[in-house]
């Protein structure tokens, strides 16, 4: 192993234990009507696990590492987190509308980032039976089986590629011809781990994802060959003051330029 990617191996571990606890915190209340209410408008649902798990998380990843900073979706964001360079970014529950209607597609998402890279990641997915991990340095893996790297889909076939109806709204006319869509499901996190595993070949994300939904992914797919750009083809960087994004794609590098012509021109806003 690298021995550079040693501490993030340290990191990984106490990650992966937390969310194991934070996992069986989930399945606690899963299919056994929890508590809910409705945040922004009433369009994002939280549910009493969702709390429950962001004050374990905070609770145990914190107190192992408290020169480390914290962002998560159920938390009050400071300007605090910005003054660390390395940030657990959390999301206790990716795919909260379909965990409140007893269905599978949701998981635990914990990340790391340093210097705005992500570094360490687990998706814990209980209800699925998975637990996906990385570290950079480290290789990707699923239930501890190595994710392979590189592109698995065979050259001259259509490439599968999950496309939200608020990006085809920004497709040139026509293109999602040459595309095999694919549904995508509730969980952002898990539809980009996808394309990690080889079984998606991209997925367009709608903006306005947030960076708690996307940095555990995001170390998963920077093990496998794959990468997460703005469509400008910039990478996805983290810790930002603003952890809102715009219109973004992952997908294997050599796919980047042949999706992102798929939109129409902007002027980059």
């Known amino acids: 192993m690298n021995p550079e ?12 234990e937390a969310s194991r606890l934070a996992a069986d915190i989930a399945m606690s209340h899963f299919r056994k009507d929890p508590e809910v209410w409705y945040k922004h408008g009433g369009r994002s649902p939280v549910s009493e696990a969702d709390i429950a798990i962001d004050e374990l998380l ?19 964001d ?6 660390y360079s390395r940030v657990f970014i959390v999301d206790p529950i990716d795919g909260t509308r379909a965990y409140v209607a007893g ?25 699925r039976g998975e637990i996906w991990t990385a570290h ?13 790297a ?26 999602e011809a040459s595309l095999r869509k694919v549904a995508g499901g509730p969980s952002l996190a898990l539809r980009v781990a996808a394309v990690a595993q080889g079984e998606l070949d991209g997925v ?18 920077g093990e496998t060959g794959h990468v997460l750009v703005d469509r400008s083809g910039a990478r996805m960087g ?21 999706l992102l012509s798929l939109l129409q021109s902007t002027d980059g806003h």
């Not at 597609?105 to 360490?120: R, T």
């Not at 950079?136 to 392979?148: I, K, S």
């Not at 983290?238 to 042949?258: E, F, M």
């Open 5 to 16: 990617a040693r501490p993030y191996a340290d990191d990984l571990a106490l990650m992966v």
């Open 58 to 76: 905070k609770k145990l990843l914190l107190a192992a590492r408290p020169d480390y900073g914290w962002l998560s979706e159920e938390a009050e």
């Open 78 to 83: 400071s300007e605090h987190r910005l003054a």
């Open 103 to 127: 269905r599978p597609d949701w998981c635990v998402s914990v990340g790391l980032v340093e210097d705005g890279k992500p570094v360490a990641g687990v998706l814990a997915a209980p209800a």
């Open 136 to 148: 950079a340095g480290g290789g990707a893996f699923l239930n501890d089986v190595r994710l392979a």
């Open 150 to 175: 590189g592109d698995a889909n065979p050259e001259n076939t259509a490439l599968r590629v999950a496309v939200p109806d608020m990006v085809l709204k920004e497709m040139r006319p026509g293109a």
């Open 204 to 221: 367009f994300v709608r903006p306005h994802a947030s960076e708690w939904d996307l940095a555990a992914a995001d170390t998963l797919l």
């Open 238 to 258: 983290y810790n930002a003051p603003d952890p809102s994004r715009g219109l973004l794609l992952a997908t294997s590098s050599k796919h980047v330029p042949g």
